[in-house]
């Protein structure tokens, strides 16, 4: 696509629940990043894939989240039993990889609210 | 470990001002320095800095690295109200990972 594509844009749960968002990438990006940004705080690493693999999930913050790009474009964020802390924008980015290309390019962003 | 410190934090000028921004890193495999505009929601990129000394230039923005000191500065001549946004700084490692710094909120009032 033109851009990188993030559903849903808002998505209210309870807390407990089992949320996905989604990001669908630019054709052709290999590189796929996910970050959580809390309101007034910079973009918080939380996992990255190159093609289908997750080269470093170093950001994950607990077991309760987890990601997949089974293709290598699509990708899932996963969050189980949602808690009140969980509540943030999460952004998705995307890149061509290589020495000098970690440009990102991001989406919109979903914003996750628990209650 | 990798980290990414800005200063300052929020920065009110008035419209016409220069401001300069700063970003301080620490890394054990330092590729790239990247300065992005966030305004409403997807931050923009703005700059990728490789090598200390060589200015980035973008109309009224620009930017350079000294990879000696591990800081990047980003300048914003006669400012605009269009200006205000928070601007973050990254590091990107050779690893590929992209570390961002808290971001500095700018304001600029007519």
């Known amino acids: 696509g033109a851009g990188v594509s993030q559903t849903p844009s808002n998505k209210v749960t309870e807390k407990g629940k089992y949320v996905e968002l989604r990001c669908d990438p630019i054709?052709?990006?290999?590189?796929l990043y996910w970050y959580r940004q809390s309101l007034g705080q910079g973009p918080e690493f939380l996992i990255y894939f190159q093609g289908t693999g997750a080269a470093d999930d170093s950001g994950l913050p607990n077991d309760r989240f987890f990601a997949v790009r089974p293709e290598g474009s699509v990708s899932t964020l996963k969050i189980q039993r949602t808690e009140r802390g969980d509540s943030a924008v999460y952004l998705c980015a995307s890149s061509y990889s290589g020495v000098g290309a970690n440009v990102l390019t991001f989406g919109a962003g979903s914003r996750l609210t628990v209650l | 470990e990798d980290k990414v410190v800005q200063s300052p934090l929020s920065l009110v000028v008035h419209e016409g001002d220069t401001v300069t921004l700063n970003c301080s890193y620490e890394?054990?495999?330092?590729?790239?320095l990247l300065w992005y505009k966030q305004e409403k929601k997807a931050p923009t990129f703005l700059f990728m800095l490789?090598?200390?000394?060589i200015e980035k230039k973008s109309g009224r923005l620009s930017s350079i690295l000294d990879k000696k000191e591990l800081f990047s500065i980003l300048n914003i001549t006669a400012t605009q109200t269009g200006d205000s946004a928070v601007y973050l700084c990254?590091?990107?490692?050779?690893?590929?990972?992209?570390?961002f710094g808290p971001g500095t909120s700018l304001s600029v009032i007519p």
């Open positions: 990254a590091e990107e490692t050779s690893y590929d990972k992209v570390i």
């Open positions: 054709s052709g990006h290999t590189a």
């Open positions: 890394v054990t495999n330092f590729r790239s």
């Open positions: 490789t090598s200390s000394g």
